[in-house]
């Protein structure tokens, strides 16, 4: 995936500098062992904690959530820091507090410690938004939903291939002791970032807020799109509900799995798992182009997609019927991640963009954290496929409003009738 093969998106402008394509997927690598060390470990948290003074493993559940709510809750205050001392420079302190917490959790030697640790790794983090905050302040239109896009590509290939070399590594090193060992990627990851530029928010169609686009730098004259930023309400709104309804199906997913598929083997459990992140990769580039110019008309059908596949796991029973609704809710997650991809970069022009990266991981942690809790409380009063159900009825409302911003004319005279 490039970001320079698809054209500028109607009224995005070249600037004098910005982020080459190089500096871009270097940025995606960074992102992409930053995201490996976080998402790898956690899955093993179950092996970990008997060690720690908790032989059931009880706090788990607790304990893998930790870091996803303490990022959440520094994500805004990083993004407003970033917009005044700089994105590189936050995002720098993003990879460089993933390096010092994994290294205090793989040092821990009691669970308050290791929790301490988690906590410092949620809250010292948060690469997501410094990530794209860095991206935001460089690059515009077309270019920076592509470059967003990208950056979830590289989240999908951690998720699938982070747990598989921890477990591979697992006979010669101990789950615990691997933060160290994870500890490096970041640390390398900062050393190639501090390489690349400081973004000139000059060079950046838009930039603040107040900016109307014909300040120093700028080739454009004053545009209403410029002066008056896309409303942004429905982006957070369509962030939360799209990683409420996709999360709330992994909890549970390979219980379910083994529930309905006696005799399934882990194997099997863990492609099915990693089915919808693979088609993301396969596919999201070919979406990009797709719909680019009608992002609404994409989380439409992302959201229906999402709820046929949440729906389906209900109703399936066969190995080939749970490959066919992990295809579908793959087409679901696809769709929804590049054009929530394409909404944050029109959101972006004209704003801040740490503050307003911060603010949509906020929702996005948000909404992941809410998926865990009610997954848990469903499944412990109605069995394994009552998350799927929720997130289905999550998913349907969220393709009906979206839908409304597509067809708004032919809705409101079919209500009328």
Known sequence: MSVDTLPQHPGSTARPEGLGRRQVHAVAACYFVASFAALGLPPYLTAILPALGDPQGRWAGVLYIVPTVFSALGAPLWGRLADRFGRKRLLLRAQLGLTVSFLLAGAADSLPAFTLALVLQGFLGGTFAATNGYLAAALDGSKLSLALTLMQGSARAALVAAPILVGALSPWIDPHRQYLLMAVLPLTAALFLSLLPEPDPAARGGGPATDTGSGPGSDRAPTAAAARPAPIGLLYTFEFVFVFATIISFPYLISLAQERLPGVSGTTTGILFALPHLCYLAFAARTHTA??????????????????????????????????????????????????????????????????????????????????????????????????LVGTAAALLAATAAATLVFPTRIRWSSRR
């Open 291 to 388: 719909f680019l110019a009608r992002p609404h008309a994409g989380i439409a059908l992302g959201f229906g997609f999402v709820a046929l596949g949440l729906a389906g796991h209900a109703a399936a029973h066969s190995l080939v019927a749970f490959v066919a609704v992990r295809l579908l809710l793959g087409a679901g997650l696809t769709l929804g991640l590049v054009c929530l991809s394409v909404l944050a970069a029109e959101a972006a022009r004209g704003r801040a963009p740490g503050r307003m990266f911060g603010t949509l991981e906020f929702v996005s942690k948000g909404g992941a954290v809410a998926a865990g809790a009610v997954a848990a409380l469903a499944n412990g009063r109605f069995g394994a496929a009552a998350p799927v």
